[in-house]
């Protein structure tokens, strides 16, 4: 674009503007074009911004993922040490050298003995779920946050709030990982690194909703007089449910705990019963945890069939259909891994990972339903 010549322009004022498609240049009285900023760039740009989220979601579901990965196969403490894995940055560690390590460093301890040795894929899965959630996701996190703040001004508060909190979260879970390794994964520091995680990915779903509807979109989800408290109670139980199934596969033999027998004495029945005395919480956490599935799941279902009551909108009935259907695949994805177990090889690990994940999918199913509701809702010039 060639510049004005003065005079050639006379309409132009000290700070007019004239829109190109490099950006908006601003005029000075000696009609000189002042590039804009690159922030300012930025600001005005909105693109397909708001969908940055979603690729971090995405990212933040394989870190959670692998994370399911590690915890199946008992390899959390395969790399004792943080951020370095047995002293190195790689994952290829031969025995041998994890045995000079641990010579070097008798104040660690490894909670399965201490002539226990790691295999190159139990490290490299702790190594690789480090590598993402540290080199890809950290970085991109703090880029989003960076651009959330350059269109400040055409973005409402709530969204560079869930921006910045989606940053905080996303340390504390570096800081969360540090403190399971350094305990040795113990059952509350992975319980509370997973709750950490289903949050972190709430935000980044409330982000993605908001700076959506900064940019025009909205969802238009009705909303009835008992239509957030259904959903309050399903998002809520369902998380309950996840927490004691994530305990019962951290916990040695407790997903052997109704027998292998097979159908239907290990699954639906435990043991070959229904009424076993609870005498071990933590060796009958697999009994808890499917009592708990059945009454939650009994209670969703009457609150799916009276969905019409509670709910006018027909996107939030879908929701809601959408999160108990996958409740009950779930409920049969449970047995079929109770059931798969073999005298030969054991359980079938990748359907546990999978039964995890869902469960994580299903709580935030309800959840991105709440806030769909509440943030379409909200009066953006208010917040």
């Not at 590690?70 to 943080?82: H, K, L, N, Q, T």
């Not at 019409?308 to 409920?331: A, C, D, H, K």
Request: hydrophobic residues 50%.
């Amino acid at each position: 674009m060639m510049n004005p010549q003065r005079g050639s322009e006379p309409q132009l004022r000290q700070g007019a503007h004239h829109a190109t498609n490099g950006g908006t240049y601003t005029y000075e009285p000696s009609g000189v074009e002042i590039p804009p900023t690159r922030a300012h760039l930025m600001a005005q740009w909105k693109g397909p911004w708001h969908l940055l989220p979603v690729g971090l979601i995405l990212i933040a579901a394989l870190v959670i993922a692998v994370g399911g990965i590690i915890r199946i196969y008992d390899a959390g403490e395969s790399c004792p040490d943080w951020p370095t894995c047995f002293g190195t940055w790689g994952f290829d560690v031969s025995p041998e050298e994890q045995a000079i390590w641990w010579e070097n460093n008798p104040e660690e301890i490894d909670s399965r003995g201490a002539d226990h040795r790691y295999t190159t894929f139990e490290i490299f899965t702790e190594w690789i779920h480090r590598a993402i959630a540290g080199a890809l996701l950290g970085p991109l996190v703090i880029l989003q946050y960076l651009i959330v703040r350059a269109q400040r001004e055409s973005l409402a508060n709530r969204t560079h709030t869930l921006a910045l909190l989606s940053l905080i979260l996303v340390i504390w879970q570096g800081f969360l990982g540090y403190i399971t390794v350094k305990w040795d994964n113990e059952h509350w520091s992975v319980a509370l690194h997973l709750a950490s995680a289903l949050i972190f990915t709430l935000a980044l779903i409330g982000l993605w909703i908001s700076w959506r509807k900064d940019n025009g979109y909205h969802w238009n989800l009705g909303s009835g007089p008992r239509t957030l408290a259904h959903l309050r109670f399903s998002a809520l139980s369902t998380l309950i449910v996840l927490f004691v199934g994530a305990f019962v596969s951290t916990t040695e033999n407790a997903n052997v705990a109704c027998g292998v027998s097979g159908f239907p004495d290990s699954w639906p029945l435990c043991s070959g019963g229904l009424g076993i005395l609870v005498q071990d919480i933590i060796a009958q956490s697999q009994f808890i945890h499917r009592w708990l599935v059945l009454i939650v799941g009994i209670i969703l279902l009457r609150i799916w069939i009276t969905r019409s009551e509670w709910t006018p909108e027909i996107r939030t009935q879908q929701l809601m259909s959408l999160g108990i259907g996958l409740y009950g695949f779930n409920v049969l994805l449970g047995g079929a891994y109770v059931l798969s177990w073999t005298a030969d090889s054991g359980f079938i690990e990748w359907i546990s990972v999978l039964h995890l994940l869902l469960a994580s999918v299903i709580f935030l199913v309800f959840s991105s339903a709440i806030l769909m509701i509440r943030i379409d809702a909200a009066d953006s010039e208010e917040e």
